[in-house]
């Protein structure tokens, strides 16, 4: 038999830091599917940003091997561990472009969405953004284990919100 859980978690200021949340799993189950539905709105007062400029929130999901015992330090996918089955991730960049890259394949990652807008000169109009992703899987999840979210931001300020839906 088929069981369903939801979650909301929201954000109504964030501004260039990040939030975790931690969903410890009191029994072993097989998720068999995920529903995560996130989204932003810019709350900055029109004239603030009198240049525009852009906003981006980073949404992850991750099964951590346990849940931590005290709050996690710095966002939750620095606590996921390393997969066993995949080396050290090398990029390559012959044009000397500005980015940056995750140092690991991370181990029991279940999301990730990535939300950009950009935000005209003097007004948060018409800039909110938002993504709906369905996952089937297959996927055991340990008693004593944890499913880690995290959101985190860059740009102008917002309201942001995810709603999850598993089911096992």
């Not at 709105?41 to 949404?59: D, I, K, Q, R, Y």
């Not at 709050?71 to 044009?95: C, I, L, M, R, W």
């Not at 140092?103 to 950009?118: E, S």
């Not at 948060?124 to 996952?135: E, F």
Request: aromatic fraction near 8%; proline fraction near 9%.
């Amino acid at each position: 038999m088929t069981k369903s859980v939801g979650w909301g978690w929201e954000i109504v200021n964030i501004d260039n830091a990040g939030e975790d949340a931690i969903l410890p799993v009191e029994n072993g189950l097989t998720l068999k599917n995920i529903n995560v539905d996130v989204a932003f709105m810019p709350t900055a007062a029109p004239g603030v940003f009198s240049g525009g400029g852009w906003a981006e929130v980073l949404c992850e999901g991750y099964v951590l091997p346990s849940a931590p015992s005290a709050p996690v330090k710095g966002p939750a996918y620095e606590n996921a561990p390393a997969s066993p089955d995949f080396g050290a991730p090398q990029t390559q960049n012959p044009n000397g472009f500005t980015g940056g890259a995750s140092a690991a394949v991370v181990d029991g990652q279940l999301f990730a969405v990535i939300l950009k807008t950009w935000v005209p000169a003097g007004s948060a109009a018409a800039s909110a953004t938002s993504r709906n992703v369905n996952i089937p899987l297959d996927f055991a999840v340990p008693a004593g284990a944890a499913i880690a979210l995290h959101m985190d931001h860059m740009g102008v300020p917002g309201d942001v919100e995810m709603q999850l839906t598993l089911q096992y």
